[in-house]
């Protein structure tokens, strides 16, 4: 692992977002017919492939440049979003402007954590803008 790996799981694990190496979730994949596609949706689950990440803010860089892929992110419950541990990088300038090398559409989104929301009764609500649930893969 390096540096910025080592960073982002530190980050990441205080914001309360699960990080795990490929190998933990393989067989997961495997038995939901993953096949490494950079999109995929089955039932309430999506996996997609992050452009770049941030270790700073443990943050992941996708691409969203069409309707399908946006849903895929924003309709899941248990988003997993796979990070090559190359495409970590310090800042978020850095890791956009890796992101922005092979995506040059414009459309992504950093994302950190899992939608949150709360009323004035202080009521948390997780899944309203968004996934309910977010893991890290670092492959």
């Known amino acids: ?52 990440a941030n270790a700073s803010e443990a943050s992941a860089l996708i691409d969203i440049s069409d309707e399908e892929k946006l849903s895929c992110i924003m309709d899941a419950e248990k988003l997993t979003i796979l ?11 850095s890791a956009y402007k890796e992101a922005y090398k092979s995506k040059s559409t414009g459309y992504m989104i950093f994302v950190s954590q899992e939608s949150k929301t709360a009323d004035i009764e202080k009521q948390l609500i997780s899944g309203v803008q968004g996934a309910k649930k977010i893991e890290f893969v670092i492959v």
């Open 83 to 93: 990070i090559d541990e190359k495409k970590i990088f310090d800042d978020m300038h």
């Open 1 to 52: 692992m390096n540096n910025n790996s080592e960073k982002f799981k530190k980050i990441a694990a205080a914001n309360g977002i699960t990080v795990k190496e490929l190998k933990e979730v393989e067989g997961t994949f495997e038995d939901m017919g993953y096949n490494f596609e950079e999109y995929f949706t089955k039932s309430d689950v999506s996996v997609v492939k992050a452009l770049s």
